[in-house]
């Protein structure tokens, strides 16, 4: 193993985080203290964290120790026991996250296949670089908190002990990432290769499958965090057996001075990572070459072209050409099948949520009155400016194509936006039939409904293309962003107030349903509110739409941006 | 849009902050003339093409294609234009045949001629086959023939190559150049940058040798002899001579040392 090689390979990573945060590469010139922010930063905090626990410690037990408290040490202890294994969940999260937004990337660094490097090295160096960035800001906030406190209160060679685990359980995270990230390339490389339009679709739905089954996972650990805890002491002892387990196993024997049990767990925990950094390595070996696959699409043969029915809806032959291409794209390309993630998410979670609520006998009417809302506005209005965002920077590299064609700022704002509202209103269709069968509105409610979010969706879609236009990032990093950071934030505060001014002449109804109508004088229906809205969010769709053809015929125009 | 000249250059400079990229250049090419653009590493050459199809606008002075003002009818000069940009980043999402869809159909080509023109394209450049499959599939070289099928696909009358056979396999190459030819009796103009001399010297009528932004020789062979004083020289030692980088002896020895 040559160490300097696998520090060469982590610098290299590192480094790539520069184009990740949007740093101008030209005459850059590293400053070391910035680049390494997210460490000492986290170490900061966690120095604060850990005087300011020692002080409210110190408060709760000036007068001794409370009743259904241990003492200060013993309450410690297990929370040292149950660390290793919060980190070991964090770190997967983070490392696995982090896997799913590189996902975009087509040949990752093959530079490294033809230099004079090992499978060992470049397995340890690949697993190391998970960890760079949130994991390893985590588990160093984590430990400066941990000494902080443990030495104000003479536990340091515990503490000291803990910080070794959580960074070894992080580790074994990342490994564990690294191993299913190579399955995940055989896994799909033999998907590409064993069919035609079929693997697409393979490719869409197992995508989306992996996200929403992710970000339940997330929800579930993040919402339920503090019983979580209070389980996981008992749980841990209970599942010995589980291998993950056995670092946390090994610091709680070695706190309680059970010595031979420790050092039973300790050689398990050991054999276990070990083992893993081998799995890694032997399928790093076996299918870490990343090679592109060839999927075809049609059968070779006599080409005949489709007559597109877009036309027959008022789309000239460039509009529907355009359309055509971001419908593939969003069907094809993995890093933009993400966009889909964030509205069926918001479809998931309110239902789940609903069902614990209706559960816990709280008052359904209001209750599903609220969930029935969030489902039909929120994912298709979330959807409507995800789209709007990032539907010009995503054509990335290639947008010379759009700049070298007879395009015309109307032709393309046309087939965006017309793109932005189709998607938005499939979503709208899905979580509106969804919210209507789960939670049983009346007819004019339902109806209220897909027509407000329609109308939502058209405004916001308007209000996000301009935001698209205003700040498309082109550049093809590791991590494409296709929207600068600082316009997304404020398509994400534009859009929030379109919303809310579009739905606005909702809110009497609302407030009406909730402290009931009698005794009210004001007559207000509906039927009334809709048309309201109606206004509201044609005027906006119409003013954008306007702006969005000026926009784009600068773009064009100054087509070297 | 009838003008004696394709292509016209008026006192044309591109700055990009500091850096001079085109230096008050001027400069006229005939209706159906293959004109090659030579000239070192950043020497303006990609950024003269990107102008002339209104993908960079000038600091300063005009540029006319096919009669018309690239800055106030981009579209229309668009839509006569075939170009090929130096590396051939397209669509990878989408197969060859779908690519090539798009393209006609954002030409406007009529349906039954562009299954017609696609099918013949693929044919003569060896794509039969594996026109079904995504192009991030695809190798350099028939990307490029992806990139220059798209180019001639809606019959343009100026063709802007920005070197049209790299990574090109002989055959093609060779294709590809009497193609050229006879679109040149069709009265299409072609305007391209190579670094392959011998492509330059073998089918360009004019060439223009460009050194930082300006330039340096314009003419044809004989020509461009001529300006060099080397009469029976072919054209790298004339390039080498004119843009002064001819003595590079003593640089190989310095490696070979």
Known sequence: MNWKNVLYLLQVDRKSGRLIRGIKATRYKENTFLAYWPYWAAAIIGVVGGLLANFIVAAIYSQGVPSGLQSIGQETFILFAVAPTLVLVASLIFTLLQQIQLAGLKASSQVMYWLPVTWQEHTLASILANLLGWPVALVTGLSAGIIVFSALNGMILQALLTVLIMFAVAFMASSITEALRIIQIRLTGAI???????????????????????????????????????????????????????????????????????????????????????????????????????????????????????????????????????????????????????????????????????????????????????????????MAMLLGQVLIGEEGQVIWRIYASPISGKNLVKSKYFFVVLFSTIILLISGIIGTLFYHPTVAEAIAGFIETFLLVLAIGSVSLTVGFKGPDFSQTRRARMVRQEWSLIGLIVSALVGAAVLAPLVPIVILSFIGSAGSTISYSLGEAVIVSAIISVVITGVFYRINIDMANDLLKKAET | MSSQYAVELKDVTKRYNEIVAVNNLSLTIGTGEIFGLLGPNGSGKSTTLKMLLGLVPPTSGSVTVLGLDVQKQPVEVKQHVGYVPESANIYEFLTGIEYLDFIADIYGVPTAEKQQRITEYLKALQLEGREGDMINSYSDGMRKKISLISAFLHRPKLLLLDEPLNAL????????????????????????????????????????????????????????????????????????????????????????R
């Open chain 1, 192 to 382: 590409y290769k064993s069919s035609g339009r079929g693997a697409i679709w393979i490719r869409l739905v197992g995508t989306l499958l992996f996200f929403i089954i992710f970000y339940i996972f997330y929800f579930y650990v993040t919402s339920g965090f503090s019983s979580f805890i209070n389980n996981l002491t008992t749980a841990q002892t209970a599942a010995w057996y589980v291998p993950f387990i056995w670092p946390a196993l090994l610091l709680s024997y070695a706190i309680k001075g059970l010595f031979l049990q420790a050092a039973l767990f300790l050689a398990l925990s050991v054999l276990f990572i070990a083992g893993l950094y081998y799995l890694a390595i032997a399928l790093n070996k076996r299918f870490g070459l990343y090679e592109p696959p060839a999927i075809t699409v049609q059968k070779s043969g006599l080409y005949v072209p489709k007559v597109g029915i877009l036309g027959r809806f008022g789309f000239s032959t460039v509009e529907a050409a355009l359309i055509l291409k971001d419908l593939r794209a969003f069907t094809r390309r993995r890093e933009l099948i993400s966009v889909y993630i964030a509205p069926i998410v918001m479809i998931i979670i309110p239902l789940f949520n609903s069902i614990g609520v209706i559960n816990n006998g709280a008052p359904t009417g209001q209750a599903t009155l609220i969930f029935m809302a969030i489902i039909f506005v929120l994912p298709a209005g979330f």
């Open chain 2, 169 to 256: 396999d002989p055959r093609s190459a060779r294709i590809v150049k009497d193609y050229l030819h006879s679109l040149k009796a069709q009265g299409v103009t072609t305007i391209m940058s190579t670094h392959v001399l011998e492509i330059a010297e073998a089918i360009c009528d004019r060439i223009g040798i460009m050194y930082q932004g300006s330039i340096l020789a314009l003419g044809n062979m004989d020509e461009l002899r001529q300006k060099a004083s080397m009469p029976r020289s072919g054209l790298e030692d004339i390039f080498l001579k004119l843009t002064g980088t001819e003595d590079l002896r003593a640089v190989v020895e310095e490696l070979t």
